[in-house]
């Protein structure tokens, strides 16, 4: 695959919400990196069926936050995305500033790695994850739940300076706020939707991002609370 690089301003970003999880339904956030429920990996085939013909055949890179719910959404979801890069010597990454925001057990990627890749029944064995930072569960420094505006800033800045012109993320409610409106905003995002971003400029500090007048979300998609909203009540 040859990649020539694109402005900024024309590029587009897939920013992905992981399908429904057991936290989200339970209303608990201390299970631990909650993993996809049954009707989680539903919306994940049906996210498949709306792009395998669409950005799985035209997108350049595939990335993906460290914790299980949204690593399965994007197995489950991306399969032909992510074969298809794959015979291009180009696998998936794992980018541990996409995590979730708080510091919750349900928002704390499992450690040690070799547990993380083991987990879900070894599902996750075909990810590289040489790309984790020693640190990477920590929940400290810039993985802090107070540090999360920068470490959405570092993530558009990173994303922006990519040469790929076209590139698939799958993350989380909290953390995508961030990444596109730079706080913990009100804009709905519902599991298993993906919204595509473009960035205002070439050069800003803030690589800022704008929506543009596509998106796609399974017909079965969910709107369940984020691990902050469960926190402040504000989807009760």
């Known amino acids: 695959m040859t990649t020539t690089k ?43 069926k709306i792009t395998k013909t669409g950005v799985q055949r035209t997108a350049e890179l595939l990335v993906s936050s460290p914790l299980r719910r949204p690593m399965e959404t ?38 040690p790695v070799s547990a993380l890749a083991a987990s879900n029944g070894g599902i996750f064995s075909s990810l590289d994850f040489s790309t984790l930072s020693p640190n990477y569960a920590s929940k400290k420094g810039i ?20 040469e790929e012109g076209e590139i698939v993320v799958v993350a989380h409610g909290d953390i995508l706020r961030y990444i ?30 704008k929506e543009t007048d596509y998106k796609v979300e399974p017909a079965n998609a969910s709107d369940e609370p984020t691990s902050s909203e469960m926190a402040d009540g504000s989807k009760a």
Do not use: M
């Open 6 to 48: 694109v402005s900024p301003t024309s590029k587009r970003i897939h920013l992905t919400r992981h399908a429904q999880a057991e936290h989200n339904v339970d209303d608990d956030c201390s299970i631990p990196d909650a993993p996809l429920t049954e009707l989680g990996r539903k919306q994940s085939r049906e996210l498949h």
């Open 180 to 209: 596109v409106d730079g706080q913990q905003s009100s804009r709905t995002w519902d599991n298993a939707e993906s919204k595509v971003f473009t960035f205002v400029s070439e050069s800003d500090e803030e690589a800022a991002l």
């Open 74 to 111: 994007l197995l489950l979801g991306y399969p032909d995305l992510k074969a298809r890069l794959e015979k291009s010597d180009k696998p998936v990454i794992l980018n541990d500033l996409l995590q979730e925001v708080n510091g919750y057990p349900c928002d704390t990627p499992t450690s």
């Open 143 to 162: 993985y802090a739940p107070e540090n999360a505006s920068e470490r959405a800033r570092q993530v558009r800045n990173w994303l922006r300076d990519r």
